[in-house]
């Protein structure tokens, strides 16, 4: 089964506006962090958000945020008055308490901010 | 501070023949990480550490090889190149067990097997 799951393969949105992108997981572990990670065209894996199992508020970092249903195991990244810049491919990642370090990462979502 | 680095950035090689790729960090943590990124695709995981002489298999290891003799690197070794090994390769690092760090990239190495 997929840990992790993005179903949008691909998201556009008009500058300035605001986006979702879904993240579903799936876990039995008590204790696990989920991660948001932005890849731009050159490459490069830039991290974005963090969210733990624990966190009673949902995590928040300039125009992002998390939007944590743990009773739905649902991390979905919200990302507010959407750039150009922010035209990329996103991850979500899970770690695991069981799995040690290891993260696992989804299929990730290519987002398009039209101008 | 350079974070991690990988060398090199490209590399085309021919079937069966092998390689490595470097990693290395400064910023002294002990857990690193090998993840491969197919076109289109999310990162799977190759091999890790989690402290000089400690390597653990990932997801995806067949085909692959580690060491971690410093804190500092962490070279993968591919032996006799497939096609289907032709990926992005990145390589990242953290500070400890702590779900909340995040993990740290490289910028990755671009390799086809030809």
């Known amino acids: 089964a997929q840990k992790i799951t993005q179903t949008q393969p691909g998201m556009f949105v008009q500058e300035k506006e605001a986006v979702t992108l879904d993240c579903t997981y799936d876990?039995?572990?008590?204790?696990?962090?989920l991660f948001w990670y932005k890849q731009p065209s050159s490459g490069e894996m830039i991290f974005l958000i963090y969210?733990?199992?624990?966190?009673?508020q949902n995590a928040t970092e300039g125009r992002y945020s998390l939007n944590f249903q743990k009773a739905r195991k649902s991390a979905n990244l919200v990302i507010s008055a959407s750039q150009l810049g922010d035209s990329a491919m996103y991850f979500c990642?899970?770690?695991?308490?069981?799995?040690?370090?290891?993260?696992?990462f989804g299929e990730g979502t290519q987002l398009t901010v039209n101008p | 501070n350079a974070g991690v680095t990988q060398t090199p950035k490209f590399r085309i090689l021919k079937i069966g023949q092998s390689m490595t790729l470097q990693c290395t960090q400064d910023?002294?943590?002990?857990?690193m990480y090998w993840y491969r990124q197919d076109p289109g695709m999310g990162l799977k995981l190759i091999y890790y550490?989690?402290?000089?002489?400690?390597?653990d298999k990932g997801e995806v290891p067949n085909g692959y090889n580690v060491s971690r003799s410093t804190t500092e690197d962490f070279p993968l070794r591919l032996e006799l190149a497939a096609p289907s090994q032709t990926s992005v390769y990145f390589c990242?690092?953290?500070?400890?067990?702590?779900?909340?760090?995040?993990?740290?990239f490289g910028p990755g190495t671009r390799l086809t097997v030809l």
């Open positions: 876990t039995s572990d008590p204790s696990y962090g």
């Open positions: 990242a690092s953290r500070e400890g067990q702590s779900s909340y760090n995040e993990q740290f």
């Open positions: 550490s989690v402290g000089a002489g400690i390597t």
């Open positions: 990642a899970m770690k695991e308490e069981t799995s040690g370090s290891r993260l696992t």
């Open positions: 910023m002294n943590h002990n857990y």
């Open positions: 969210q733990g199992s624990y966190d009673q």
